[in-house]
């Protein structure tokens, strides 16, 4: 059964069309933010550790033609090759959130075997709200969603891609009109198979994390109610 690749997008959280085929949305939250920042494991916020991550408009740079970047997690690394040339918005996004620290003290908060694991929302609700409606324009399709490739979630209209990744466990290929990959997991996708699934799909939906409760409240709302996720500890340009 295909499911239409029309997705609608909900307050507070992700959603799909098809219930029996999910897409990799980024949903928008109406929830206000927490008014405690949530602490990264070094116990500060990610405002205070990386504070160029309170202005969006820093993510400026240019990417390289192709690079790396690796991601250390709690379950071991993996390796991301970037393609700008596949993608030249979503590389340049995708170079700018790593080398700011945005990745870093994330979680994988929506991983559902045989189809994708999504991640990309800060931990800090600080720095989530700044960058809730930073979007940027979208990408002519030039790559499938085939295993191991990485790819911006988005809304379900046009030019909505944000801060939001998913890779791709499986053959998604019925996700190429609308969804373009920018790299290829290289190294360690025996590690991105490992990531926490347990929880299932996100609210409402499903029992897993509500992306705009992420938005609101941050890493203290992940690790309070769903505390067995997988996270980012750090993630890096590399040689």
Not at 84 to 102: C, E, I, Q, T
Request: include cysteine.
């Amino acid at each position: 059964m295909k499911a239409s690749l029309r997705i609608v997008a909900v307050s507070v959280a992700l959603t799909a069309c098809s219930k029996t085929q999910p897409e990799p949305v980024a949903g928008s939250s109406t929830e206000p933010p927490s008014s405690t920042a949530a602490a990264t494991k070094s116990g500060q916020p990610a405002s205070i550790l990386h504070p160029d991550l309170l202005d969006p408009s820093k993510a400026a740079s240019k990417a390289p033609d192709a690079f790396k970047a690796k991601f250390t997690t709690t379950k071991g690394d993996f390796v991301v090759q970037v393609h700008r040339d596949w993608s030249p918005n979503g590389a340049d996004r995708f170079y700018n959130l790593v080398k700011m620290g945005f990745f870093d003290d994330t979680r994988f908060f929506r991983a559902i075997d045989g189809f994708m694991v999504q991640f990309g929302i800060s931990g800090d609700p600080a720095v989530a709200k700044k960058w809730q409606e930073a979007n940027f324009p979208d990408d002519p399709v030039k790559q499938s969603n085939k295993r191991g490739f990485v790819t911006f979630a988005q809304r379900g209209t046009p030019n909505t891609r944000g801060t939001q990744v998913f890779v791709n466990y499986g053959d998604n290929s019925r996700l190429d009109p609308t969804f373009a990959p920018f790299g290829q997991v290289v190294q360690g996708m025996d590690v991105v198979d490992s990531l926490y699934k347990g929880y299932g799909e996100g609210a409402p939906m499903g029992a897993g994390p509500d992306q705009g409760l992420i938005q609101a409240q941050g890493n203290a709302y992940l690790d309070a109610k769903f505390p067995k996720l997988d996270g980012v500890q750090r993630a890096e340009v590399i040689p």
